[in-house]
């Protein structure tokens, strides 16, 4: 993440054309802050070629031990809002929604809420706080696997992405985020070393104790991190085979499986399916109880997995190659035989 | 913030409650039968703990608490009036032979309490036996060795109780109150022990028609409340490691367990069938829940 150019002038977005609006946004540089990091004005410019055009604002909490999303609404509701009218507007959009699992939220927008934007509760799950749920959940649409949701025009977007929306457009460069470190959610700036953020003997994870990964060397804290946490899985025990994570897991992936592959330090195609059903929630950790992370044993083996499918698909490539050369030389010879028939054929008639 | 439908808890807090789920059975069985449950209880679980933390040569292996538990299983499901060494042999072997050979925690195939158990029920059968102050056998015994009871007889007979056997029958009440607070808390799932009890009802009402005036199959409630029924159905069949945890294997898993050891009950050469229903079923389970067999290919 490059630093924001901090030359910006502010923009009077309710006169200013969408296109201007987009070009803000994309200037500024704004990935999505929930934690993909998908660059966020590509995102709105796909949504808005497909229909209907529903932007939804996403404060639902997901991550444990994780406050930096009802710190944002507390202190900062009417930015949000703004920066989700912003995109509602480059959009055209129909219809807005603003959904969170914080009930004081709720009361405090309801005041200050258009026509065309509703405020919805849900219950913190994991299953409530990803993407294409929200979006069945509050529409109905149910966008299919592999399929992403801009391509059927809807638009989630976290609370922490509106509030660098509207930051941009009214000519703040974002410098700062919230983070929870410890139970404690506070404004770091960004590029701050990790390292330096959380002081403790244990190892420490970037994001919550569920998702996030250990740090880098010289990690620094990029806008999607939304937590600094300790690492729990440090005081491992060893697995009871209780069933749990598959349980917790809301998109019915076989953890344990999963984790009994992963350990076996190979790749398993048969796997590929569950690996790319698995949307990183971190359900399954939160529901370990011999904290075991086996979020990273699914990256690890999925990560072993692609190795292994780009070392098939090389092979492939080669032995097709191959197989073309081969094909080659042998019509070459038979063009060569015939040739050379025919050149005798010539010669005998001249003779 | 996220909310998940269970509690969260840790394998150390787990056993913390399933310890805590055996008191009123203990109690009550300290009751009834003398103090001396306390001292078997009390052998078994150290003995258990020693053999753990030497057989791994750590103490770090005995954070996770289920050496303790395997210990009180094991003081449970012997009489008090054994020879003190024989829990100590039951949980040395327990954790020896049931767990540590297979590499610990997580890895074994069969319930260590019940590998402990079976050892030296086959070993030393007569320091196993129950003896009771009044009768000199327990109504399980009775209802092997019936003669010419018929049903009605067989209940008039000192050795059973209000529904069960006696004294044993508000043992499994204490363990079926003990059992309920662990489904509540949802450690255990609910499928198991109610598997396990219709495992063992339901062929007990099949057979009940049977009876003549020369035998009985005892009622269904007579088995519900004899013997180890509620301590296996909600402690020793529930041991996440060695039960399978997808619904439909629990259903099979738990019926298998019930009846095998109604018919040892009643056909069989031991008073109580539930330590080889659970080994046996221990050794399907493999067959139910091919994910749980460690793969090394
Ligand atoms: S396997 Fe993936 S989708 Fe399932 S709970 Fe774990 S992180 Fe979430
Ligand atoms: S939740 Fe943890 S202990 Fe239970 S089966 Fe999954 S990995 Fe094993």
Redesign the interface.
Known sequence: MSLPNPSFAPIDWERATPATLLERIAEAKIVGMGGAGFPTAEKISLTRKHPPNIVIANGM???????AD?VLLEQHLNEVLTGLRIVARILSAVHSYVVT?HKKTIQVAQGCLNDNETVRYL????QN?AERELIQILTGHVVKDNRFPAFDGYLVLNVHTLFAVAEAIAGKPLTKRLVTVHDETRWIDIATPVESILESSDPIRVGCYATGHRPRVNEVLTATVNAISTDKSVHA????????C???CPRDV?V??LF??AE?LKPNLDAQDALNRCNDCG?CV??C???IHLLDHVRALRQRNDIEWERISRATQARLRVDAREQRMRSDVIRSDTKRTERMQQQHKWQ | ??????P???????MVHVVIALLPGLGVGAWFLGHKVFLVVLVSILAAVATEAIGTRSVQTL??G?AVVTGMLIGLCLPPSVAIWVPFVASVSAIALGKLVFG????NLFNPAMVGYALVLIAFPMQLVYLDGLTGATALDVLKHQETESLQQLINHPAFGLVGAKHFEWMNLAFLVGGLYLVLLRIVPWLLPLSVLLGIAVPALVFLPLYDATYSFGSPWFHLFAGGTMLTAFFIATD??TSP??KLPQIIYGFFVGSVAFFIRCFGTWADGFVFAILLANAFLPLLEP??V???N
Do not use: Y
Not at chain 2, 8 to 14: P, S, V
């Open positions: 909490e997901t991550d444990p031990d994780v406050n009802r699992s219950k913190p799950t994991f706080g025990l060893p697995c009871i085979h209780c069933g749990w598959d349980e917790a076989p344990e499986s009994v592959m076996q359900a939160v529901a109880p011999s904290n | 913030m996220a909310v998940t439908d269970r969260k808890f840790q394998t150390t807090g787990i954070r996770d289920t610990g925690l997580g890895k996440p490691v945890s997808a994910k749980k460690a793969l090394d």
